[in-house]
């Protein structure tokens, strides 16, 4: 059995990092849900929740340093005053607070795979005559399973209504944790934009 363990570090940038790598398939996109009956046009004003930026589920035990809060908040930041809101610093001074949170959950990712053999692959073209003959050869090339243990992340930002003391937007991203991102603030400021692209602006 091959056995591939993938390094984990906590940053959110190892999720986010994740939404914009250039790979084979799309970035996940966010999954957004919102009160129906909330009237959001009276809100001008938004500030960081005092609790924001918690983490939880199997993360809980791991650190993210104060330079990666910031870089998320920064992003975060930004995105909602493109959008027409104007941040402040006071909590109790804003219309409506955001506030996010990382939630881990570790995997373990097992597949097998028929080998196949050389032998096996050029003697099956004969199925016509023996239309077993693949089957069979392919058993005897074996099987390789691997493993792999990862950590799936799930990202959640919420926009908070002071008065009604409950989330009134939330949008969703999920993602398996890397340990390869840049660290550069624009990969923190696109993560951002896409996850917070629904977000109602002034």
Not at 56 to 71: E, F, K, Q
Request: charged letters at 20%; one cysteine or more.
């Amino acid at each position: 059995m091959n056995i591939a363990k993938y390094p984990l570090r906590l940053a959110l940038l190892a999720l986010l990092g994740t939404f914009i790598t250039a790979c084979a398939s799309a970035p996940p996109e966010p999954t957004v849900d919102f009160k129906s009956d909330y009237d959001f046009s009276p809100n001008k004003t938004i500030s960081f929740m005092p609790n924001s930026g918690q983490v939880s589920g199997d993360l809980s035990g791991r650190y993210i340093s104060d330079i990666t809060r910031d870089r998320i908040d920064l992003a975060i930041r930004q995105v909602a005053e493109a959008k027409g809101y104007q941040f402040v610093d006071d909590a109790q001074q804003a219309d409506v607070l955001l506030t996010w949170h990382l939630v881990g959950q570790d995997k373990t990712d097992v597949r097998t795979t028929n080998t196949g053999s050389s032998y096996g692959a050029s003697y099956g073209r004969y199925g016509a005559y023996n239309r077993h003959s693949m089957y069979s050869c392919w058993s005897c090339g074996g099987t390789e399973t691997t493993v792999r243990q990862y950590t799936q992340g799930t990202f959640i930002v919420d926009l908070i209504d002071p008065e009604l003391q409950q989330s009134v937007w939330r949008s969703v991203i999920e993602s398996k944790l890397k340990d390869n991102a840049s660290q550069e603030q624009a990969t923190y400021d696109q993560a951002a934009n896409r996850i917070l692209a629904a977000l109602p602006g002034v």
